[in-house]
């Protein structure tokens, strides 16, 4: 009898009910994303070892473990496999679950902002001790000015690297391309980053047209950092366990769910 009640409360896609709960998507929105890792190759083909998960049910589990962070062993019981396999079906599918990069140049009609959030991270050869006194990746995130979508994630650089270093050496100052490019005051030294004006090292205020401009630039920005506060509803970007390019797939991922439950 305990086995029979232990199988039925085993977390299925089938089960649509299960899903906002655990992944913070709509049934639309997570089938929308079972369709994309689809089109990428996550269906088994050929022989081999086969998945003891249908698609669905994997791509659910690494949803529920980015938004959840629960450990492998955590997750392992929720779907009813073991912890190695859970593990293995994290591994496989976070590169497919991943934001697609930009292939070619923006538009010179299109806006974006960037900025850099802090993801505390176990992995020492990534990370390093940072403002907030964890160890810790900085992650480049640009979304579109207009629609909120998040537009590129940069590659992960140590977290005492400031803003204005990590845009150019992740590499999404490179995607960001033919756009106008919109960041806060830590993005100097980049050149063609619209940033507020400073006051004057003399200690003399601002002409008034320099603080309306500033104003409209202060509300603007303020979409990333919504984006930002956003993502980190992933419990996973608040203390990620994964090592080498795992945070990198994992922000990717979540970029890619939260483009899903703005457009669905």
């Not at 009640?5 to 929308?32: C, H, M, N, Y």
């Not at 994309?36 to 698609?55: I, K, M, S, Y």
């Not at 990590?166 to 980053?193: E, F, I, K, L, W």
């Amino acid at each position: 009898m305990v086995v029979d009640l232990a199988v039925e409360q085993v977390i299925r896609a089938d089960r649509p009910e299960w899903v906002p709960v655990f992944t913070g998507l709509s049934a639309r929105q997570f089938a929308k994303l079972v369709r994309l890792v689809a089109t990428r190759g996550g269906e088994q083909t050929g022989t081999g070892r086969r998945w003891g998960l249908p698609l669905a049910d994997r791509v659910l589990l690494v949803a529920v473990y980015y938004r959840t962070n629960l450990t492998f062993r955590q997750i392992a019981l929720l779907f009813g496999i073991s912890k190695c396999a859970a593990n293995r079906v994290v591994d496989h599918l976070a590169p497919l679950l991943a934001l697609s990069p930009v292939t070619k140049p923006h538009g010179p009609e299109t806006v974006l902002i960037v900025d850099g959030t802090l993801v505390p991270t176990h992995d020492r050869s990534r990370s390093a001790s940072s403002k907030n006194y964890r160890y810790s990746v900085n992650m480049q995130v640009v979304i579109d000015a207009n629609t909120e979508l998040t537009v590129a994630v940069g590659t992960p650089t140590p977290g005492n690297r400031n803003d204005c270093r990590s845009y150019r050496d992740s590499g999404v100052d490179q995607q960001c391309t033919g756009a106008h490019v919109m960041a806060d005051g830590g993005y100097q030294d980049n050149p063609g980053v619209i940033m507020p004006y400073r006051k004057p090292g003399d200690g003399s205020p601002l002409p008034g047209w320099k603080e309306q401009l500033n104003t409209v630039h202060k509300r603007v920005r303020a979409r990333v950092e919504h984006a930002l506060a956003h993502l980190k509803s992933w419990n996973i970007l608040r203390n990620c366990r994964r090592k080498g390019d795992g945070v990198w797939y994992a922000t990717l991922g979540v970029a890619q769910m939260r483009n899903l439950a703005l457009l669905v």
